[in-house]
């Protein structure tokens, strides 16, 4: 063929797609609607609309469910479709350091099942195989297909290949997360980081509000920013974009998980603020927490809302880096909201005040201090919705094109 035959061929498709997606989203979201209605609502020809319908009600997309009132001049009364949530189902995995959740949902994202077990431990492949058997039960529901999985991951990972880079908490490292399960279940998996799943999460059922350009950051034994664009993860090339916790503070001198030292994570994480009053109490400063050997954040929380003052000054000085980074991630993305999520979220009304602080103080210019300052409220549920809504928004063509 030649060349611009091949590029016409391209377009064509495209376009169908386009038309394609268009008139799902109008079922999908609309309730029960007829062909006329659809054709209106998307100003497409009738006859594109009645051949694309014809096609998603062949594949189980959208049915017919009788027909509506007549409403002009005496004609046939309209034969009414709607979308078929149970045509097909998402998977979404949460692997987390100790526990792993496997949750199944419908072709809307609703949830239909889910299973929690102890994350497999040893050769991250034999982990792998055990999750993908875990999802295959999971999904094992009245002989619905499984469409794509969801995987959300503690770590570093690479979205385009599908692998985890680095997760310290599970001992992994450069781990094809995206092809063993891919190959065990024969179906498209997706691969995110936590932070991404939780930002995604947040927009769709969280405080996000469906604001789309929304930046997360997910604060918890790390440090790492979800930030979305039009409701979708922003990758970048090698798609570990966001990885803000390994920026060099100067002066910094903590050694890091990833190697350097330094990093922002070293001072803006729970670890950070269990070393800040580790530190004080070594100086003599009296606490509460002194003598306590298992210390993590939710202790020092506690400490603090019990009128610690070394436990106070120890969330103060996190807050204020994590101010300082929410003003970077503000800066270079121009979001209109800004999440605090991650396992620091849950003592979220202590941090936002340094928080706010630090970023006031930092952020470019008048325009970007008015960003919304939010702290996450799907709790450590945000990575399962995550995942669940990430394997949804990847299975379908999901263009959001609107013609005038
Ligand atoms: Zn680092």
Redesign the pocket.
């Known amino acids: 063929m030649e060349p611009g035959g091949t590029r016409r061929g391209a377009d064509h498709n495209v376009m169908r797609e386009v038309n394609r997606s268009l008139v799902l989203a109008v079922v999908k979201e609309g309730g029960r609607i007829s062909r006329a209605s659809i054709a209106r609502a998307t100003t497409l020809a009738k006859p594109t609309v009645s051949a694309i319908v014809d096609e998603l009600i062949a594949e189980g997309l959208v049915r017919e469910v009788g027909t509506g009132t007549t409403a002009v001049s005496g004609g046939r009364p309209p034969i009414l479709l709607e979308f078929n949530a149970s045509s097909h189902l998402v998977a979404g995995v949460h692997i987390g350091a100790r526990r792993t959740t496997v949750a199944v949902g419908d072709a809307t994202g609703a949830e239909v099942r889910r299973v929690r077990l102890d994350t497999p431990r040893g050769d991250p492949t034999a982990t792998l195989k055990r999750i993908a058997d875990q999802v295959r039960e999971t999904a094992e529901v009245d002989g619905a297909r499984l469409s794509a999985v969801g995987v959300v991951l503690p770590g570093l990972t690479d979205f385009h290949r599908g692998v985890c880079l680095l997760a310290p908490n599970l001992g992994w490292r450069d781990v094809a997360v995206g092809a063993t399960l891919g190959d065990a279940l024969g179906i498209p998996v997706y691969v995110h980081n936590a932070g991404q799943a939780a930002a995604v999460a947040e927009n769709v059922e969280g405080v996000g509000d469906n604001a789309g350009e929304l930046a997360l950051l997910y604060a918890g034994t790390g440090l790492s920013a979800g930030v979305l664009s039009g409701g979708r993860v922003f990758h970048g090339a090698g798609g570990t974009a966001g990885e803000i916790?390994?920026c060099?503070v100067p002066g910094g001198t903590e050694p890091?998980?990833?190697?350097?030292?330094g990093?922002?994570?070293?001072v803006a994480s729970g670890p950070a603020m269990v070393r800040a009053v580790r530190r004080a109490i070594a100086a003599g400063r009296p606490s509460l927490l002194a003598g306590r050997r298992d210390l993590d954040a939710s202790h020092v929380a506690a400490a603090a809302r019990d009128g610690d003052t070394v436990a106070a000054a120890a969330i103060d000085e996190v807050g204020q880096y994590l101010g300082l980074a929410a003003s970077w991630v503000v800066n270079a993305y121009n979001p209109a909201m800004l999440v605090l999520g991650g396992g620091l979220a849950a003592m979220g009304d202590l941090l936002l005040p340094p928080l706010r602080e630090a970023f006031d103080a930092s952020v470019l210019g008048p325009a970007l201090r008015g960003v919304e300052l939010r702290v996450s409220t799907l709790g450590d549920d945000a990575e399962t919705r995550g995942a669940v809504l990430l394997a949804l928004q990847h299975s379908e063509t999901y263009y959001r094109v609107v013609f005038r």
């Open positions: 916790g390994h060099r890091c998980n990833c190697g350097n030292a990093c922002l994570e070293t």
